[in-house]
């Protein structure tokens, strides 16, 4: 059974940084596209950034590129988002994904 567990999110200052981490198991991650996506209430999901296989490429979305860093570990399973110069509009429910199968998201919030 696919399972993805999002961890990391917190309080932080604008300007501030997180990493979220997203521990996968079920498959075998080495070998599947990963992708981080947000949303906010009421809002749609919002596609953030994504991986390949190897981690030899990545892509963003505009609002993050050159801000936040994918990146992962195939040996832990581990999928990771590096969240730097955060902004109050970056406050969302962070979740990642594979294929069709979702986590229960983390949650991060950008306040003074």
């Known amino acids: 059974q696919v399972q993805l567990v999002e961890s990391g999110g917190d309080l932080v200052q604008p300007g501030g940084s997180l990493r979220l981490s997203c521990a996968a198991s079920?498959?075998?991650?080495?070998?599947?596209?990963m992708s981080w996506y947000r949303q906010a209430p009421g809002k749609e999901r919002e596609w953030v950034a994504g991986?390949?296989?190897?981690?030899?490429?990545?892509n963003y979305a505009d609002s993050v590129k050159g801000r936040f860093t994918i990146s992962r570990d195939n040996d832990k399973n581990t999928l990771y988002l590096q969240m730097n110069s955060l902004k109050p509009e970056d406050t969302d429910v962070y979740y990642c994904?594979?294929?069709?199968?979702w986590g229960q998201g983390t949650q991060v919030t950008v306040s003074s």
């Open positions: 991986i390949t296989t190897s981690g030899g490429v990545t």
């Open positions: 994904k594979r294929l069709n199968s």
């Open positions: 079920g498959f075998t991650f080495s070998s599947y596209f």
